[in-house]
């Protein structure tokens, strides 16, 4: 018996680790997996653009979106456009201006559980992103005003536009920005930026764990949602592009799609920002024109490609003011050990994602290099 009790003992001992890391997985995903939804504040028409509210059905949802069109209607090509985590489709709208000037017809919509739609009461994964962008889509392909279509990411969105563009032939580009290579590495990145004290050696092992709990109330697998896997099954061109001071999604992510892609032999370009953040890299002109000049050279169009980059790149586009909207769960977040202690504490909601952090720190008044406007001093 006493030998029997010793070895029960050591089992229990040798469990321990394993025990406590599901259950780190199962809270992560609960203050992890649910954005927190945040309404447009402004619409096209405030930026000048005409257009007309849509209803995008995306499997059982009705997704709420805007079309653009371009050059008073006329057919021509189009670009879908997905925002990224805790987004809405009004933070596209400055892409939606230099594509506008370009000549291409947008449509923009809000992801499940984003902007205008109610919250989601399952997690919502790389998966949910790559349904909606589909759905934006074909929302795009069926308009009478769209000759060919193409999808431009951002982040999350990036991520769904590409997983949309593996399942969907008739997509004829696609522009991901700021892209994860996939969706273990997107959970170990989002421990760091809550700044968890986790060791290298158990954060990767733990990181794999938790994003397979994770996704598992979708029944997602996880490779069937990365952005890395749905690479090697598309066909068309496709237009990377990363800055290189991104905090959220690192630019090695850049690299490692690159490599994936040119292993596979696939038409892909990539474009590094210099300097470049997360998000707001359209303020950059070199991102307006390389974009639009892609999108003309692959979809065709009513100007030729240096004409659509010449256009894009003098057009104004900005960020949107910061208008008041809830926080997002990276704001909420408190960082270190105090998250850590969080994760520990169970009926938790809402925390860590992958967010805008930039704006969150702070960093989202600072103009582009090269911008008369821009401060001596970054904005702390």
Known sequence: MPTIRRAGILAAIAAAPFALAYRFALLYRVRAGYPVPRPPQITPADLGLPFEPVDVRSGDLTLPGWFMPARGGEPGPGVALVHGWESARDRLLPMAVFLHAAGFHCLAIDVRGHGANLAETLPITAGEFGSDALAAFRALDARPEVTVGALLG?????????????????????????????????????????RLPI???????????????????????????????????????????????????????????????????RDVETLRIEGGQHSWLYEFPEYRRAVASFLARTLGGPVDAEEAGDRAAASNARRLPDTPRPDTAVQREPGGFRSLLALALPGQKGGQGIGDIEEAAGLDRVPPPGDPSRPPTRVA
């Open 154 to 194: 951002h982040s999350m969105g990036a991520i769904g536009a590409i997983l949309a563009a593996a399942e969907e032939p008739r997509v004829a580009a696609v522009v991901s920005t700021s892209a994860p290579a996939d969706p273990w590495r997107l959970t170990r990145q989002t421990f760091r930026l809550a």
């Open 199 to 265: 060791p290298d050696v158990i954060a990767w092992p733990l990181a794999w764990l938790t994003t397979r709990v994770y996704v598992r109330p979708r029944g997602h697998q996880v490779h069937l949602i990365s952005a890395s896997r749905a690479l090697r099954k598309i066909q068309v061109p496709i237009l990377l592009v990363q800055g290189t001071a991104d905090i959220v999604v690192p630019v090695a992510h850049l690299d490692r799609l690159a490599a994936v892609a040119s292993a596979s032999d």
